[in-house]
DNA sequence: AAACAAAGTAGGCAGTGGCAACAAAGATGT
DNA sequence: ACATCTTTGTTGCCACTGCCTACTTTGTTT
């Protein structure tokens, strides 16, 4: 059992960020109340101002720490993906949907400009799956699968197109039953449409 | 010049729609106040209640205009861009993605479910613009250009792709700059990923 | 002319985020 | 060891929001 220290809590601004991170999954950000956090974590409402100025300060840190597991999940799949290219490409393709799906509202939080403008930090955590997206196609050139060139412009379209498959399954226009075989088209036409003529 | 009548206003709700456009471009959804509209439209804070019975409601109604107006948009793009296939994807993905950066608290809207499960208006609003793509392939199946087989999950793709950009760009996470370089490559990959081969 | 429906008004309610002033607990310097 | 300073809480307030109910005005129907 966790003793709750009566004055200093201690570890607020993780309690708070767990809480947030349930609320988000259940309710959205919309939803999303300091007030109903701080109840849940039995504090009092202005607490959480000490460890987050604002609303919108609390969701750039979920946004934040939403693109280092989205980072780490993307990794995970990969180390279990084998050395050739395609099989790489569908696991980072698949670790990402299910991530986008899984919870959808935090990925919204993610890409979704809620953020205002100095949100350095988060556009920096963003670039490590970007990253990522770049060495994977690296690597397809250096496989000789893919055409050699500059790997930023397709990376921003595979990733794109994987960020818009979940979109619009996440908005309900598109139904989930497809999504794998979506999925298997959209790897493979993007395979196609930059393999080494 | 438009006379105000007095007590009844005839067209509060047309007011009210057009009054949240220009809130929504201007400070996004999350800022969009029933009662701002309502003082903006010269009327008590309960009268839009009468056109709209909930916030959500009007929301839904900007996301419906939405896809009505991309879908007016992306055919007046298609009638000047001439017979063949290329071209008119590449008109599509252009005219596609000047609406999502331009209004892009507008394309959030559209396809963020922030709407409630009864929103079949909103779904069968979507269905015009991607019923659109798809006759967008099956033309460059009869064509000869793409190779032959279900247009559904190109589409579905295709459409992805394109919101999935105006995500990243909007999102702060793709430099403007960037764009019209990007969408050339989406399109060129599109055309390669699915040619007949 | 009476009855009725539609569209607007007034006011109240609970809830929110943000702010300021104050209090407790811990850390720090002498 | 003690006094001081900083951090992290607390209370109470404000303006604002969406939603609800009850009432009023207007226009339409019969």
Redesign the interface.
Known sequence: MTSVPAYHHGNLRATLLAAAERSLRRDGA?RLSLRDLAREAGVSHAAPRRHFPDRQALLDALAESGFARLDQELRAALAEAGEEFGPRLHATAVAYLRFATED?ALL?LM?????REG?DRL?AA?AEP?GLMHGLIEQGQAQGVLEPGDPQ??G??L???????A??V?????APE?LD??VE??V???????RRR
Chains 1, 2 share one sequence.
């Open positions: 919309e959808s919204e890409f979704t400009r809620k953020h949100a556009v963003a970007f412009r397709a921003i379209v990733f794109a197109t994987l960020q818009g498959i979109t619009l996440n908005g309900g226009l598109v497809l075989g979506i088209t959209a493979d036409q993007f395979i196609r449409g930059s």
